[in-house]
């Protein structure tokens, strides 16, 4: 009889949990300034519900400045380094690079408002990690080449 009632329980809290539908988490797809204004990036689809996100712009103070590079001497420009963002419960969990020193980390992005996005990057726990706030970037289309103008993120 325990059996049974067990099972009974068991299939009625099964059937509960089919009936609620956990909301996803809003969409961060777009263009934001990081937290520091050094750079817009950004994340779009990248196959199925995963997101991605790559550096579009950054700010160049004189024309004949180099591009700034990553750990293994290729450009930054169009770097993909917000990886395999998939929904869960509250956020998006995937892995970031550190376009500095090839390093790999945990991520977790939340959309907070329409305007901000709060990016965590951390090894092993989240408690092991930092976390960095980003702003909607709301000007022009960043060009091809990434270059943009002193000041343009301000």
Not at 36 to 41: D, T
Not at 124 to 153: I, Q, V
Request: charged share 15%; hydrophobic share 40%; net charge positive.
């Amino acid at each position: 009889m325990r059996i049974i009632l067990a099972v009974f329980f068991g299939l009625l809290l099964l059937a509960a949990g089919q009936g609620r539908a956990l909301a996803a988490p809003p969409d961060p797809s777009g263009y934001w300034v990081t937290g520091k204004g050094e750079g817009v990036v950004q994340i779009y689809p990248c196959g199925g519900d995963a997101r991605c996100g790559a550096l579009v712009g950054f700010q160049i103070d004189h024309p004949q400045d180099p591009t700034p590079q990553t750990w293994d001497h290729h450009s930054q420009c169009r770097f993909v380094f917000i990886v395999n963002l998939h929904p869960r419960t509250r956020a998006w969990m995937g892995s970031i690079i550190d376009p500095k020193s090839g390093h790999h980390y945990s991520a977790k992005v939340r959309v907070m408002s329409a305007n901000q996005l709060r990016l965590r990057g951390y090894f092993l726990l989240p408690m092991l990690g930092a976390t960095r706030f980003w702003t909607r970037y709301t000007g022009p289309t960043p060009p091809a080449d990434c270059r943009m103008p002193p000041n343009s993120l301000e």
